[in-house]
């Protein structure tokens, strides 16, 4: 089997057949952060590091790891392609990665660059991705419809404009990029930039929040401007999720406090942030939305990055040790079933947990694919496993690519397709399941089910 060819990930003739009825569906990509500016004005790449890398804190992560030097990451002052040159000459060091993997996937498939990334080749390869680039059927809006890309959610904020949604409208994307809701800024009431935030959602809203209350109103006309625009789901990004049952008056205290600029004791803390996210919930509930939580990642847990080059640049990890069970368990109950809820987990070892719960409260809790430093091969292989040996296969949610990279939208999901036939064919061999079956699933998985769950 030579690097990434038609065999990739595959195991034998089953998978191999399994897989090529589902390589060329349609792609539905329910969560990602996509540059919608950038897609609305149908922009070119410039060059290969603005593709693959300016955006990406993967790349920036495993470059750190192979000793690169942060300039030839984050810093303005270097250029791209003197960035592009020093990852090329570290690269091959990161070989069994799966950055390494989806890099060379979106060279190759979009691209077709099928040079191995390394020094020696690392000035070639960036001479031809600036001539590829260039040319105009390489622009963002084409190569969404390269892909297939039949939906794609971008995640926005409460205070966003949604004016570059607008113009997609109007362009030959109109009803694919959607807008989702996601209001972890005014959640986060423990963060310090929280009362800036609060202030911004005011007057975003030309709105004065003289409690709680009021500031649940300018999100619920947040929530129905972004179903005017098309949203069909939220996205609650959190560490521990919290959700107990708290009372109005204990959770508009809370807020009250922080908003005098007071300390609030963890206590008020986690009853704010109960009481918000259950309220985002009821909102969901009643326009028939997908309520998605994004759970356990815990933020920039290396000082000096965080000091240096501020947040969300590659110091973000995973917690092995957190309760999902006890917080979330009293929102599970309060919507049962009458919210659609879907429950991603970045660390594997939560997967016996959260598919146990979405087991537990049947069909309309489901399980998102493993998520962040979980969708690897083996991220994905080993939840597909164990999800079927305890809940419903055809119940999970299917593939989100969480990219910031168009470029990675075909080949996050191609990974994703890849591993489920390499899952499902394995189980076909060991007369686990007839092929037939085991075909219809992976296109369910891989297109109709996230197109049913979401309701595009």
């Not at 607008?166 to 990029?177: E, H, I, N, T």
């Not at 640049?313 to 309060?334: A, F, K, Q």
């Not at 496993?385 to 990219?403: C, K, Q, R, T, W």
Request: with cysteine; glycine share 6%; hydrophobic share 40%.
């Amino acid at each position: 089997m030579a690097f990434l060819d038609e065999k990739y990930l595959l195991n034998g003739p089953t998978s191999e057949a399994i897989y090529a009825g589902i390589r060329d569906l349609p792609i539905i990509d329910a969560h990602n952060h996509c540059d919608v500016k950038a897609l609305s004005e149908d922009r070119l790449f410039t060059d290969l590091w603005e593709a693959e890398g300016a955006t990406d804190h993967y790349v920036w992560e495993c470059m750190r790891k192979c000793g690169v030097e942060e300039r030839f990451l984050t810093s303005k002052e270097v250029s791209n392609e003197e960035k592009w040159v020093a990852m090329a000459g570290a690269f091959e060091l990161l070989v069994g990665n799966p950055t390494y993997e989806w890099i060379h996937l979106d060279l190759k498939r979009r691209l077709g660059i099928n040079e191995e990334i390394c020094a020696a080749n690392a000035k070639a390869i960036w001479d031809k991705g600036l001539a590829i680039l260039s040319r105009p059927e390489m622009s963002q809006q084409n190569l969404i419809r390269q892909m297939k890309v039949e939906v794609m959610c971008s995640t926005d904020d409460p205070v966003d404009t949604l004016e570059y949604h607008r113009a997609l409208q109007s362009s030959p994307l109109a009803g694919v990029v959607r807008p989702t809701f996601r209001p972890d800024r005014a959640m986060n009431i423990f963060k310090k930039d929280w009362p800036e935030y609060v202030t911004a959602l005011e007057k975003r809203w030309n709105m004065t929040f003289h409690c709680l209350e009021d500031m649940l109103a300018a999100l619920r006309a947040a929530h129905n401007f972004f179903a005017e625009m098309g949203c069909q789901a939220s996205d609650h990004g959190v560490n521990v999720p919290y959700a107990y049952q708290v009372s109005p008056e204990s959770a508009n205290e809370a807020f009250m406090r922080a908003r005098e600029g007071k300390a609030i004791s963890e206590a008020e803390t986690i009853a704010y942030m109960s009481y918000f996210l259950n309220e985002m919930a009821e909102l969901d509930a009643a326009k028939g939305w997908v309520f998605q939580i994004h759970i356990g990642a815990v933020r920039d847990v290396r000082d000096s990055l965080l000091r240096d080059l501020g947040a969300d640049v590659g110091g973000d990890i995973s917690d092995h040790l957190t309760d999902y069970v006890t917080p979330l368990l009293p929102l599970l109950n309060r919507f049962d079933n009458r919210l659609k809820i879907v429950l991603y987990n970045m660390n594997p070892i939560h997967n016996a947990t959260l598919a146990q719960l979405t087991r537990a409260f049947g069909y309309h809790v489901s399980l998102g694919l493993a998520w962040w430093l979980n969708d690897s091969f083996i991220g994905m292989k080993t939840q597909l496993e164990y999800v079927s040996s305890v809940d419903a296969l055809s119940n999970m949610a299917g593939m989100v690519s969480d990219s910031r990279k168009i470029l990675s939208y075909g080949s996050r999901h191609e990974m994703f397709r890849r591993t489920l036939a390499h899952v499902l064919g394995s189980m076909v061999d060991l007369g686990r399941m007839p092929m037939g079956p085991a075909e219809r699933l992976a296109r369910h998985l891989s297109y109709d089910r996230p197109k049913q769950l979401f309701g595009f």
